[in-house]
């Protein structure tokens, strides 16, 4: 009886968000399991930097880079016809390029923020799986892993537009499935609590104080954690799914649902 690892043959992996946080480990790790990544993101010169650090570590060719906004369908569509041929059949897509911009209640939100968070996490993310899944379903193998959150699962003040874009991760994950199904493609949705990354730089503008605060005293996830449950999903034998991991660190749980007393 074989077990099928798909761990054994060499895959072609494409990481979205590769500059950074969970993306960037994600890459180092499966360049270190021996597969081919297509490293992507906006900012081109810490991707050839990352290039640099693991085609020297392994010896080749390991790392195509492929600067990339992943809110532009041209841009993807201009990827599509310039992938080099031995990186252009994509078995792996790790949908994870996303941010979470602000942290104010909903009628003080900056519509703006809320523009371009729908534009990176829901957009960038069903235009990349768009354009990969035919070859993928043409080739009958290939594995989707979306970045989610445990943000699309609960709410918390000032978690509007962002929670909202990452329980559309969830949805768009499971209907992936449900039209997928017969075609040996896989998918999974990967949901992770407070993580220590550049996110919260992002979130609240640069301002580092504010952004370390958040960590300031707990033990959060680290982007090495994250990786760790990709690769995980990603080596499962072929005919095993995982359809969602949610994880979060020992130093966080859930708080009692708020009550508004009427005073007096
Ligand atoms: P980082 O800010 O460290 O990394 C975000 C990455 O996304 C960067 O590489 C950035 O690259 C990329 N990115 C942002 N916008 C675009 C775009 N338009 N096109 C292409 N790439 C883009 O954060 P994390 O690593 O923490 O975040 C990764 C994912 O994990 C996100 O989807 C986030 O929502 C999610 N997440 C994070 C958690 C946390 O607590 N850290 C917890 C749960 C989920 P560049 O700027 O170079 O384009
Ligand atoms: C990031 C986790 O809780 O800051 O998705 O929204 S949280």
Redesign the pocket.
């Known amino acids: 009886m074989t077990n099928n690892k798909s761990t054994k043959k060499v895959k072609t992996v494409m990481v979205?968000?590769?500059?950074?946080?969970?993306?960037?480990e994600t890459a180092r790790r499966f360049a270190g399991e021996g597969h081919r990544v297509i490293v992507?993101?906006?900012?081109k010169e810490?991707l050839e930097t990352l290039k640099r650090e693991l085609d020297e570590e392994f010896g080749r060719d390991t790392v195509f880079v492929m600067p990339?906004?992943?809110?532009s369908e041209e841009q993807i569509d201009a990827m599509m016809t310039s992938l080099p041929e031995a990186f252009s059949e994509i078995d792996v897509l790790v949908n994870?390029?996303?941010?979470?911009l602000g942290l104010e209640p909903a009628h003080e939100a900056n519509l703006d923020d809320w523009h371009r968070m729908v534009d990176?996490?829901i957009k960038?993310l069903y235009l990349m799986t768009r354009k990969i899944l035919p070859g993928m379903v043409e080739r009958r193998h290939g594995h989707i892993i979306n970045?989610?959150?445990?943000?699309g699962n609960y709410a918390y003040p000032g978690g509007n537009a962002y929670g909202a874009t990452?329980a559309f991760v969830k949805q768009f994950t499971r209907n992936l499935r449900a039209d997928l199904l017969g075609t040996r493609i896989r998918v999974t949705n990967i949901e992770?609590?407070?993580?220590?990354?550049?996110?919260s730089l992002?979130r609240f503008d640069g301002d580092k104080n504010k952004a370390d605060d958040v960590y300031k005293g707990t033990e959060p996830l680290t982007?090495e954690d994250i990786a760790e449950a990709v690769i995980w999903a990603a080596q499962q034998p072929q005919h095993v799914n995982i359809n969602t991991i949610e994880l979060m660190p020992t130093s966080q749980a859930w708080a009692a649902l708020a009550i508004d007393k009427i005073q007096g």
Do not use: H
Request: glycine content about 16%.
């Open positions: 979205t968000g590769a500059s950074s946080g969970f993306g960037l992507a993101a906006r900012r810490r990339l906004d992943v809110t994870n390029a996303g941010l979470a990176t996490n960038g970045i989610g959150s445990i943000a990452k992770p609590g407070l993580a220590e990354t550049e996110f992002v982007a």
